[in-house]
């Protein structure tokens, strides 16, 4: 029988609750989660290095045989092929990443038939960003309640 296997891709500078909730809730409809963690992005430059962020967020899912941890570069629909993925998972917690994810989402269907699943926030993560997570790091705010446990990324900027 042929494997499931989705991927989940972002820039998870850092990866935070909102991202480890997606990862959670996405897991029991595959057989393999790859998270593929963008390793250049032209629109964020001074991202964490690849390796970094992929090893942080690695630590976090050791104990789970389904999770697979990679960098990669270019486009998500690259990724997909190359793992043998047919679905692309991402998280919305708005309207406005609705409708990004939603014409992302045709764009990629058009390429290459890899269908898009979206999961909605949680409620009490709907405000929590990676940018946000940032910004307060920046100005020196623990942002540990924020981070799911083994993943500290608040003195890695």
Do not use: C, W
């Amino acid at each position: 029988m042929k494997q499931r296997i989705g991927i989940f891709v972002g820039s998870f500078d850092p990866f935070t609750l909102g991202h480890d909730s997606v990862v959670r809730r996405a897991l029991p409809l595959f057989d393999r989660l790859v998270i593929g963690v963008v390793g250049d992005h032209v629109s964020k430059p001074n991202l964490t290095p690849a390796a970094e962020r992929v090893g942080a967020i690695s630590r976090l899912y050791a104990g789970e045989p389904r999770v697979e941890v990679r960098s990669y570069y270019g486009l998500a629909v690259e990724l997909a092929r190359e793992v043998g993925a047919e679905f692309i998972v991402k998280g919305v917690r708005s309207v406005k990443d609705f409708e990004y994810e939603r014409d992302q989402a045709d764009i990629n269907r058009q390429l290459t038939g890899i269908e898009t699943l979206l999961l909605y926030a949680e409620p009490q993560l709907s405000a929590l960003s990676s940018s946000m997570v940032r910004e307060l790091a920046h100005f020196g705010v623990d942002v540990s309640p924020y981070l799911p446990g083994s993943v500290d990324m608040k003195n890695e900027k």
